[in-house]
């Protein structure tokens, strides 16, 4: 038996490893060697979107091994440019497998938020590591069917990205909510001039202001867990360090409709914060509305749902049949069974005359 059949994945399997430590540059390529597996690397996210779209049509990269920390450009910014199709449209789809030594619950998130398709601790664990590249390339005996289908899983996730991990912000700030409302209203003050004078600085070429005002943007989004626009941010702050204003222009749209999107979420989010407050009153339809539509979205994303904004399904109505979906809605959820869950709010939504659909 060949290396190939033992280990059953494709003889022109191609890995590229995007990791800027030469220590773990050389180990994970002696690993991939043991493997029988051509290793490439790329010392940061700027490399490896240079590297995936110049590989050549007949032999393209098969996989990418992400590291999460890096200069120029990190693995969750080079994530985000790949499925936004920067490497080109070939690439969007690629399997991408973090490398980070923080594997807690929030770093595992941030991970598959930013478009990562699984991941992998520091430091490598050399089996965990040969099952993560087995089950992403050797999944289905057909490559190119595994291929499509990763790809309409993940043109799904780009069309509706995570816009809030809010789990992460709240561990933060030890879980005070109010403390966190404080500083949300804060960045909502104050990122309109930020965004402001970035479009000013545009205007001048000025690449040196553009760079500043969108670190002050990726850091303040990376603080309270706004991932999508900590990576568009992080994107056209790469761009202007190059002063490449041509790639700013090309940038901008996608972290001014993050800001938008992030903006119009937390609007919503304040209005359903509000209603928890207010113990003995039922919400009207276009309350329920917008709190229907909040869980949805949460459910489907598998997005934190906090006690309080669980606990609003208690207030929708006084009849018995809605109570007793809520109930059952409220057990599905704290037993992850997200998908069970979405089908009895449809179900709930419908028997209320509520459009999940509609804008409210």
């Known amino acids: 038996m060949s290396e190939e059949s033992e280990y059953n994945w494709p003889t022109d399997l191609r890995v590229l490893v995007v990791e800027d430590n030469k220590v773990n540059q050389t180990l994970v390529k002696g690993i991939l060697k043991m493997f029988t597996i051509q290793g490439d690397m790329a010392a940061n996210g700027l490399i490896a979107l240079e590297k ?3 590989a050549p049509q007949n032999n393209p990269y098969t996989l990418v091994l992400m590291d999460c920390q890096m200069p120029e450009m990190d693995g969750y910014a080079a994530t985000i440019a790949i499925r936004n199709g920067e490497a080109g449209e070939r690439n969007k789809a690629i399997p991408i497998i973090a490398m980070t030594a923080n594997v807690l619950e929030g770093s595992k998130s941030e991970c598959l938020q930013a478009g990562m398709d699984d991941y992998v601790s520091k430091p490598i664990n050399i089996p965990a590591l040969k099952d993560k590249i087995q089950q ?8 190119q069917s595994s291929t499509q289908a990763t790809e309409e899983r993940n043109t799904q996730e780009i069309a509706a990205p995570i816009i809030w991990e809010k789990e992460t912000a709240l561990h933060r700030v030890m879980g005070d909510e109010a403390s966190l409302q404080t500083i949300i209203q804060v960045f909502l003050d104050d990122t309109p001039d930020s965004i402001k004078k970035i479009k000013q600085a545009v205007v001048d070429k000025d690449t040196g202001q553009i760079t500043h005002f969108a670190h002050a943007i990726k850091g303040s989004a990376a603080n309270l867990g706004f991932l999508q626009l900590q990576a568009q941010a992080s994107l056209v702050e790469q761009s202007a360090k190059m002063k490449d204003i041509i790639l700013v222009v090309e940038r901008l749209p996608s972290l001014f409709d993050a800001y938008a999107k992030l903006n119009d979420y937390l609007s919503k989010e304040i209005k359903i914060s509000k209603m928890a ?25 598998s997005i934190f749902i906090d006690h309080e904004k669980l606990s609003l399904l208690n207030k929708l109505s006084t009849t018995e049949e809605v109570k007793n979906l809520s109930v059952k809605i409220q057990e599905q959820i704290n037993q992850f069974n997200y998908g069970e869950a979405l089908v009895l709010l449809a179900e709930l939504a419908g028997n209320m005359n509520c459009d999940l659909n509609k804008e409210y």
């Not at 992403?136 to 490559?143: A, G, I, Q, S």
């Not at 229907?292 to 994303?301: A, T």
């Open 52 to 54: 995936l779209t110049n």
């Open 136 to 143: 992403w390339v050797t999944h289905t005996t057909d490559l």
């Open 277 to 301: 407050h207010q113990p003995d009153k039922l919400m009207n339809q276009v309350e329920l509305g917008l709190y229907l539509q909040q869980l949805k979205l949460k459910l489907e994303k």
